[in-house]
């Protein structure tokens, strides 16, 4: 090879060189934009915690209007029965709220729209979690782009050890 | 080759050729970015805009709850929406530069009862882009004294 060539090839080189480096350089300095939150994210997680917000203000009509709030809080100081309307049948209040309440909500606003949900009521007594005062799941399994968990929703109780905790996990497309 | 000046010049225009094939290779990566990232750029707008009008619909303190549920976030006084339903016909206008091309419905959660009522309605013939946002919200009825669990979905379209 004579030095003219050797030099071409050379200078080849470097230019491949510097295409290279530039190339990887602009796909690392574009990847950094996916940092940033998707629509669906925000949307997913804005549902989410309004979920659980408004959830818990809802009142019943056949529980005296209690809120779904007030009810859980006086079944775990006592208070586990439901007057129902119109003849004031006394229900247990957390079966009532399995059976007649949960289901039709959750439905409504996860499985019918095409979003999966994991959501789950706990109380903790004396810093020791109860087993579930409610648990449901509906299409968890299946895949889904986005997977969002809300804040937990904290019910404080009079004595300050105990508390009632709302859990929500969503996925949506 | 007859001699070594047309070697030297070969060279010369190889060397041009694949240069100019790789800064066109270049060019050409550099515009396809480009014009992804403008894409992504506008898409992110919109999806901003959508989010932004709904917290503004949201939050329109013509529908939200005054007096005892004052306090309580997500609350919209049902008699104050079933109101503000002529109001916004009235003067459209004046709510369509608030809120743009949008659709807003409302369906009851709890308790089951059918049906969408559509609050306010500026769908355009054409679009490109259509950004449905759902929230849940509390309706209170001053007539029952209740609250209820709704569905609140606003949809944007640009």
Redesign the interface.
């Known amino acids: 090879m004579k030095k003219g060539q050797t030099e071409i090839v050379g200078l080849i080189f470097i230019v491949l060189f510097v295409i290279i480096i530039g190339s990887v350089f602009l796909l690392v300095f574009l990847k950094s934009g996916d940092d940033t939150f998707s629509r669906s994210e925000i949307k997913t997680s804005i549902l989410a915690n309004k979920f659980l917000a408004t959830l818990i203000e809802t009142e019943i009509e056949e529980c005296s209007r209690k809120s779904i709030k007030s009810i859980i809080k006086d079944f775990y100081e006592g208070d586990t029965q439901c007057l129902v309307p119109p003849y004031d049948t006394s229900v247990n209040s957390k079966e009532y709220l399995e059976d007649n309440v949960f289901p039709i909500i959750l439905t409504k606003i996860f499985s019918d729209k095409g979003r999966a949900y994991n959501f789950s009521i706990t109380y903790v007594k004396g810093g020791v979690e109860e087993p579930p005062f409610y648990s449901s799941q509906g299409n968890f399994d299946k895949q889904y782009s986005t997977i969002r968990k809300a804040a937990p929703f904290i019910i404080p109780m009079d004595n300050p050890q105990n508390k009632i905790i709302f859990n929500l996990i969503t996925k949506t497309n | 080759m007859k001699n070594k000046g047309q070697f030297?010049m070969m060279?010369s225009v190889?060397?041009l050729v694949?240069?100019i094939i790789?800064a066109a290779?270049?060019v050409v990566?550099?515009f396809t970015?480009s014009i992804?990232?403008q894409k992504?750029e506008i898409?992110?707008a919109v999806?901003k805009d959508?989010?932004d009008k709904s917290q503004i619909i949201f939050n329109l303190p013509e529908i939200k709850c005054s007096e005892k549920y004052s306090n309580?976030?997500?609350?919209i006084d049902l008699l104050k929406l079933k109101y503000l339903e002529p109001i916004l016909k009235s003067n459209r206008a004046y709510y369509y530069n608030i809120f743009g091309n949008v659709k807003i419905e409302w369906e009851y959660?709890?308790?089951?009862l059918p049906g969408v009522n559509v609050l306010f309605d500026s769908e355009p013939e054409n679009y490109l882009r259509k950004?449905p946002?759902?929230?849940?919200?509390?309706i209170y009825n001053v007539n029952?004294?209740?609250?209820?669990?709704a569905?609140l979905k606003i949809t944007y379209y640009n």
């Open positions: 030297q060279e190889m060397f694949i240069f790789l290779f270049l990566l550099y970015f992804d990232s992504a898409e992110i999806d959508s989010i309580v976030n997500n609350c959660i709890y308790p089951d950004r946002t759902e929230l849940p919200v509390n029952t004294n209740t609250m209820s669990l569905l």
